[in-house]
């Protein structure tokens, strides 16, 4: 009774796990925050900024600088859910021991034997590899910084990281553009 319905709970998850994707929005993805200070906000939008972070705060105390990690194309975002979701069915179906193929009606494939022979190894092949997939769709290379929500610095467009110096000259720049009237010294004429 319950080989019949193995197949239906396989697609029933590849669909709920594509639904959630589709219907999940960027507001809803918990980001990875780092709060500092009270001043102008910098936000670095790349995987690790600790090296830049030490020294623009060292630099800027007043300055408040977040990380967040840079979101990839919502295409990648849903192959990668589902492969997530996939990767966990078939690690299910490789413990428990059913035969996918009989419900279809083929033959097993010499490399769903050998997964039933040896299932701690296959189940850790399965893994690593879906992980090694999934990683590479969430991957997208950015870093991106912006000073007060307008952006100041992308990789994505100049095809580098900025160096220490540039970054620095950029932020000077920036902030002397973005000096309220009220805080400049009045000249006496």
């Not at 959630?20 to 001043?39: E, L, P, R, V």
């Not at 670095?44 to 977040?66: K, N, S």
Request: charged share 15%; with cysteine.
């Amino acid at each position: 009774m319950a080989e019949r319905w193995l197949p239906f709970s396989i697609i029933f998850l590849g669909v709920l796990s594509l639904y959630c994707a589709a219907s999940a929005d960027n507001s809803g993805i918990k980001k990875m925050k780092m709060q500092f200070a009270t001043g102008p906000l910098l936000k670095f939008q790349i995987w690790v900024f600790e090296e830049y972070m030490q020294v623009l705060y060292q630099r800027y105390p007043d300055i408040r600088i977040e990380g967040e990690n840079y979101l990839p194309q919502p295409l990648y975002r849903h192959v990668a859910s589902f492969l997530s979701m996939f990767k966990l069915a078939l690690i299910g179906l490789i413990i428990i021991g059913k035969d996918p193929f009989a419900f279809c009606g083929m033959q097993a494939p010499g490399i769903w034997v050998w997964g039933q022979e040896n299932k701690i190894y296959a189940c850790m092949m399965v893994f690593f590899f879906s992980n090694m997939i999934e990683n590479q769709c969430m991957s997208t290379g950015a870093f991106e910084i912006t000073l007060n929500d307008v952006p100041v610095w992308s990789k994505l467009e100049s095809g580098h990281l900025p160096s220490m110096q540039q970054l620095v000259q950029i932020l000077e720049n920036e902030m002397k553009m973005n000096v309220p009237m009220d805080t400049l010294p009045h000249h006496r004429s």
